[in-house]
């Protein structure tokens, strides 16, 4: 059985697709990209930033599901460019307590949704 994780405190789905779904105590959240609720807007321009907005994004997704970073095992970093992996790696790391951060992988693509320079995407578990 899977419950459908939705807040308005993240950005909506731009597709058919929800921004979590639970499945038992296993959370798996959507790839987020740095669209500022609020607004609606993209934050761009500052790869520091756009990393935060997406990772303020997860943690909405994870509060949500009555969770936090310390509740998060996998992450994939999906990144335009691997030259801006150090200033990316250190927002990231900012999230998460290095003695507990998750597993993680990045990959440098040729495109994202909307052409943003970073999607993030999380498995968090009870």
């Known amino acids: 059985m899977k419950k459908i994780i939705n807040t308005s405190k993240a950005p909506a ?3 058919p697709y929800n921004q979590a ?3 038992g105590n296993t959370l798996y ?3 987020q990209i740095p669209l500022d609720p609020k607004t609606g807007e993209l934050v761009e321009g500052d790869i520091k930033k756009e990393t935060a907005r997406s990772m303020d994004n997860l943690k909405a997704i994870l509060n949500a599901a009555e969770m936090t970073f ?3 095992i996998k992450t994939t970093i999906f ?3 691997m030259n801006q992996f150090s ?3 250190e927002v990231y790391g900012s999230y998460f307590n290095e003695a507990s951060a ?3 992988e990045t990959v ?3 495109n994202l949704p909307k052409f943003v320079n970073v999607e993030i995407s999380a498995i968090a578990v009870k």
């Open 13 to 15: 789905p731009i597709g």
């Open 21 to 23: 779904v639970l499945s």
């Open 79 to 81: 990144i335009k460019d």
């Open 108 to 110: 440098e693509v040729a």
């Open 70 to 72: 310390e509740n998060v």
């Open 102 to 104: 998750p597993a993680r």
């Open 29 to 31: 959240v959507s790839g």
């Open 87 to 89: 200033k990316i790696n």
